[in-house]
């Protein structure tokens, strides 16, 4: 049984209230539920949290070294501006996913750029929270593969 940590950045605690139109309606909770479903089925464990602070998820990553087996990680803004994210997950040395609710690609130009991608295992975006469900299946393979 793998662990798979599920991190999430700043102002993802608003989901569901916050422009619906771009990320939908569903809540943070929405997206726990989707993540230990999905990891409950693969038979894996999964610790899940959310931060404001680029500090929280910095440490997060550090202490999933050696203990996790993956991640799937929802930077949100700091996605375009967090080289202390990158460093922490290049350390990590496991597989990561990089996920987005909405299709940053479409969005302002600032979005375009991702501090994270071009290290990531693979990236989502675009997909809604169903992404999340992705990410976990792509973590899980590539921790089966070893």
């Given at each position: 049984m793998a662990l798979i940590c599920v991190f999430n950045g700043p102002n993802l605690n608003m989901l569901g209230t916050r422009e619906p139109e771009i990320y939908g309606r569903e809540t943070l909770k929405d997206v726990e539920t989707l993540c230990a479903d999905k990891c409950r089925t693969l038979g894996h464990d999964m610790r899940?949290?959310?931060s404001n602070s680029e500090g929280d998820l910095v440490t997060w990553i550090q202490e999933a070294?050696?203990?996790?087996?993956?991640i799937v990680i929802n930077p949100a803004a700091y996605t375009h501006t967090s080289v202390a994210i990158r460093d922490a997950l290049a350390a990590f040395g496991g597989p990561f996913v990089e996920i987005h609710i909405s299709n940053v690609?479409?969005?302002?130009?600032f979005r375009h750029k991702s501090y994270l991608s071009d290290i990531a295992s693979a990236v989502i975006c675009g997909c809604g929270i169903a992404g999340y469900g992705y990410a976990i299946d792509t973590v899980?393979?590539?921790i089966a593969k070893g």
């Open positions: 899940f949290t959310q070294r050696g203990k996790a087996d993956g690609h479409a969005r302002e130009s899980s393979r590539l």
